[in-house]
């Protein structure tokens, strides 16, 4: 079983959901993601998503948009983020996961940062790789032994989520809405129904991420779903940065987490 | 000379080119391409849609576009015979129409009532628009604010036509952003929204639809070569943004043994870095929904094009391209922005016509092509569309370039 699997048995035998913030990784820079994640860890974060950033990051709306830009012009690179990741491996029982798009990933070699990136991180998240692409990215996962997570999304057909479902490693990600990460007032009035609809079809931990920012909104998730995953919202903390941004990052975390254990 | 061999029929049923192509998009995406090749698929079997299609190009397009002989360029540079292929005399000034055309009937057929479409030069933007309010859709063109500045005209135009222009601040600010805008719009409103993509980029299956859409290109240079000379033409050259006038009018002679020279934007020159040439300078990658050659630094972020003529200022091109290259079908080479400027002055000097920036790359090359060839060979020169748009451009630069 791997790390991630382990952490949503554990959580479930507690009558807890996971609660996973995303943070950009190297916005600003490297040592404040180093903060950052040991920061959310302390307040309460089960798992932790770290985003390597990527030039044209077409799922991403502009609050991630804004801090991918400010890591690569930071000059973050992924041998940067990888050796990160496992210095932080001893130090952190939360699983660490790698969400980038294919590209950079391409441009490692699939098989080098597969293998490298385990040593680090449990599970990679890929937003512009889909099943029908996904075949030497998972040979290569597979053999390093790192968690493949594949998307499902509210245009999904049943068929598609099945298949889905039953490729995925870890947890299912479940995206909430038709559209790109950032804080949304309001959730799809059908998310309920379509969350119910994946979890009919499987019994893998189902996280829902894209458009959550408010306690309430986790409230209203948490029964329905095995983990929360909330990104923008708390990169937008850290755009504004000040002194005590690693402290207030923590404070939203440790806040939601709350959430996840009523 | 290429070898005459049987043109493989791509892309497979993946929308892979070889190991080109592809649809790395997003999960949401996914149902809307599988729908949108069904749709198309039905389509190309329904003679309806083929004759109310053939119908537009002929009576609202102009087509079949002339092809014109160039006596006094021929005359110039010595060597093959040249001919140019009108696509500047299609309504809106450019091939774009083809296949826009084709699509919007499409997004109809589908019930789709909104057009989106990304644009570099906005003659793309402008072809959407015009088939926009030809159906009586809504349309909403992104544009980068770069091009937005270099590209006033064709802005006023589209909005002319009834379209919503908007700017995109992202990144780069042109074309490649641009599309990345689009993207994000179609995702968030895929149920009402048809995403009108202008090349033969992005993900499956639109490589292969806009192309079958432009084929049109080739198949009357075909025939209309074949009129005028009884065989058939001895090469072609066409430039290489995306690369849809380009494969249009290569693909019908994919099986011929006919010489091809794709023209990418070397923009200030090759060895300079600023330059729009993927396939020349480039390497294999993911952007914008498909595997194919791009601009990347060595850690995968894309790198910005750069070339005077915005409709080739983009770092990737479509899979098919990247295929024939690989295979060795095509050669690829660039032309500088001031061979495609000298290349602009000589075709209005000596023929009357002013070219798109885009086209007069390839033009460019037709000049180091054609002398190498002897008296009686033939070359056509895809003219893709015509240099109205960039008049301003090319005054800026020889006022400022002193020359």
């Known amino acids: 079983m791997s790390r991630i699997s382990t952490t949503f048995a554990r959580l479930r035998s507690r009558g807890e959901r996971a609660f996973i913030p995303y943070l950009t990784a190297g916005d600003p820079s490297l040592e404040v993601t180093r903060a950052l994640v040991l920061e959310a860890e302390a307040r309460g974060a089960d798992l932790i998503e770290l985003g390597f950033p990527f030039s044209d990051p077409l799922a991403d709306g502009p609050i991630i948009q804004r801090a991918s830009q400010r890591a690569l012009d930071g000059g973050v690179t992924l041998l940067g983020l990888l050796d990160l990741a496992r210095e932080l491996r001893g130090r952190l029982r939360a699983p660490l996961i790698l969400m980038t798009y294919m590209n950079p990933l391409l441009a490692y070699g699939l098989e080098a940062v597969t293998k490298e990136a385990s040593a680090g991180f449990d599970g990679l998240i890929v937003p512009d790789l889909p099943l029908e692409e996904a075949g030497p990215l998972q040979r290569g996962a597979r053999q390093a032994g790192l968690d493949l997570i594949f998307l499902v999304a509210p245009t999904s057909s049943p068929e598609r989520i099945r298949l889905i479902a039953r490729k995925t490693r870890g947890f299912l990600y479940a995206v909430s809405l038709r559209g790109v990460t950032g804080p949304r007032a309001q959730l799809p009035s059908d998310l309920v129904s379509y969350l119910q609809g994946i979890r009919a079809v499987t019994e893998k931990p189902i996280s829902v991420g894209f458009g959550i920012s408010h306690p309430e909104q986790v409230r209203a998730l948490a029964a329905y779903a095995d983990g929360v995953i909330v990104g923008s919202a708390l990169v937008h903390l850290v755009e504004e940065g000040g002194k005590d941004a690693v402290r207030r990052v923590g404070d939203f975390v440790a806040t939601l987490k709350a959430v996840t254990r009523e | ?403």
């Not at chain 2, 997003?26 to 599988?34: D, S």
């Not at chain 2, 609202?60 to 002989?69: C, D, E, N, S, V």
């Not at chain 2, 909005?159 to 222009?165: I, M, S, T």
């Not at chain 2, 090469?235 to 249009?248: E, K, Q, R, T, Y």
């Open chain 2, 1 to 403: 000379m290429p070898q005459a061999k049987r043109a493989p029929r791509l892309p497979d049923a993946r929308g892979h080119f070889g190991p080109f192509g592809g649809r790395f998009v997003p999960e949401t995406l996914m149902t809307p391409l599988l729908e949108l090749e069904d749709a198309y698929r039905s389509a190309q079997q329904d003679p309806e849609f083929r004759h109310e299609l053939d119908h537009l190009l002929s009576t609202y397009a102009g087509r079949p576009t002339p092809l014109t002989f160039a006596a006094r360029l021929t005359d110039h540079w010595g060597g093959a015979l040249i001919y140019l292929k009108r696509e500047d005399l299609c309504h809106t000034g450019a091939h774009k129409i083809n296949n826009c055309l084709g699509q919007a009937l499409l997004a109809r057929r589908m019930g789709k009532r909104r057009l989106i479409a990304e644009t570099g030069a906005g003659q793309h933007g402008v072809a959407t628009a015009t088939v926009a309010a030809l159906l009586g859709l809504q349309c909403e063109i992104y544009m980068g604010e770069e091009d937005i500045g270099r590209q006033a005209l064709n802005v006023f135009r589209m909005r002319l036509l009834g379209a919503k222009v908007t700017s995109v601040t992202s990144g780069s600010r042109t074309l490649k952003d641009a599309m990345n805008e689009t993207l994000r719009d179609w995702v968030a409103n895929v149920r009402t929204t048809y995403y009108l993509i202008g090349s033969t980029a992005g993900p499956h299956p639109y490589p292969m639809m806009v192309r079958d859409f432009q084929l049109v290109i080739g198949r009357e240079t075909r025939a209309q070569v074949r009129r005028l000379t009884g065989a058939l033409p001895d090469c072609l050259v066409a430039c290489v943004g995306g690369g849809s006038n380009s494969l249009g009018l290569f693909f019908p002679f994919l099986g011929d043994p006919v010489r091809m020279v794709g023209v990418e934007a070397a923009g200030e020159g090759i060895s300079t870095g600023h330059h729009a040439a993927p396939l020349t300078a480039g390497s294999p990658g993911v952007l914008h929904g498909s595997y194919s050659y791009l601009l990347q630094g060595e850690d995968g972020q894309i790198t910005p094009a750069h070339s005077i003529s915005a409709g080739l200022d983009y770092p990737g091109v479509g899979p098919e391209h990247s295929y024939l290259k690989e295979t060795g079908r095509v050669e690829y080479v660039a032309a500088t922005d001031s061979e495609a400027l000298d290349a602009f002055e000589t075709l209005a000097r000596l023929e009357g016509i002013m070219p798109a920036l885009e086209s007069a790359h390839a033009v460019a090359q037709a000049k180091k092509l054609a002398p190498a060839l002897s008296r009686g060979q033939v070359i056509v020169v895809c003219l893709s569309g015509r240099g109205d748009k960039d008049v301003q451009v090319v005054a800026e630069r020889r006022n400022g370039g002193g020359s």
